[in-house]
């Protein structure tokens, strides 16, 4: 999971020389330092290889290319991650995008924090474009991360999936703005709220273009309402968007509360009373077939 960081008062210990010292770094596309572990420079390769294309769909996205550097730091333990910041980051938190600074910090502490990589880095590069394009306005989290989701392909798991399927059993969907607190969630509300902001996105994008989304977007960053701009950009005031939301994913995700163990574990019994019965019906059908024919009485009677 990611988080964005716009606070300006956080202390930096990356700023110091001593941490930068120990890091090696590589420059990509005169724009993008990144700085890592002498010894990660397998992995660096492989982050630069797998994110290029990527970069310029989000380039070309936003219409902009940064005019000053953009310094991503990788960390290899837990401790050294949360050193960025005095004041610590959630424990659900795999990476940080300082927007205004320009400063992306992300741990790598294991293997499949190593194989999510290129993913997170694209994430939190998103969050940094939509904080270069939309400096002035505060864009809701849910548009953010969502964002920030679907132009790093992101998409949503199965787990992701069944959490939605629990939230919409149990009637615990809030609205989309109760996600603004998204980052003093527990870590499970927490992937629910990741997975509700990837959902919105879906179901806009199924309804929209691209260029829906951006003057959404613009009309935000001259001051509308999130009910202004979709008034403008789509038709639609939010209230309605709100609503066709909670129509989609109730349609493609609830059928998925059978997935949790309990539920399989049912499906499964009722699977082998099924399969049961119908297994004797055959049995029998195959067993009455077996019986020898009685005798017709007229078989007795000589002509």
């Not at 290899?76 to 424990?91: I, N, V």
């Not at 870590?187 to 996105?201: C, D, E, M, Q, T």
């Amino acid at each position: 999971m990611c988080k964005i960081f716009i606070f300006a008062g956080l202390f930096l210990v990356l700023m110091s020389a001593a941490v930068q010292a120990e890091k090696a770094v590589v420059d990509f596309r005169g724009i993008y330092k990144v700085y890592y572990p002498q010894d990660d420079s397998l992995l660096v390769k492989r982050l630069l290889q797998k994110t290029g294309k990527q970069i310029t769909r989000i380039e070309n996205f936003f219409g902009i290319k940064p005019k000053t550097e953009i310094h991503i730091y990788l960390t290899k333990s837990e401790s050294e991650f949360q050193s960025y910041s005095a004041d610590g980051f959630p424990e659900w938190a795999q990476a940080i995008a300082f927007v205004y600074k320009k400063i992306i910090i992300i741990r790598v502490a294991n293997a499949d924090e190593a194989n999510r990589l290129p993913q997170v880095f694209l994430h939190e590069l998103v969050h940094i474009y939509l904080g270069i394009q939309y400096s002035s306005t505060d864009l809701p989290t849910w548009l953010h991360e969502g964002i920030a989701q679907w132009l790093s392909n992101e998409n949503l798991n199965a787990d992701e999936q069944v959490l939605i399927a629990n939230a919409l059993y149990g009637n615990k969907l809030g609205n989309l703005s109760t996600l603004d607190s998204m980052f003093v969630f527990s870590p499970l509300k927490a992937r629910l709220g990741y997975a509700l902001a990837r959902s919105a996105i879906d179901y806009f994008t199924r309804e929209y273009d691209d260029a829906a989304l951006l003057d959404i977007l613009n009309y935000l960053e001259k001051k509308q309402s999130v009910n202004e701009a979709f008034k403008t950009a789509t038709g639609r005031d939010f209230v309605d968007f709100e609503i066709g939301w909670f129509a989609f994913i109730d349609e493609k995700y609830s059928w998925m509360i059978l997935l949790n163990v309990p539920n399989l574990v049912w499906v499964f019994l009722v699977f082998l009373f099924f399969t049961a019965i119908i297994r004797r019906h055959y049995k029998n059908k195959k067993t009455i077939r077996s019986w020898p024919e009685e005798p017709n009485e007229n078989d007795n009677v000589l002509n």
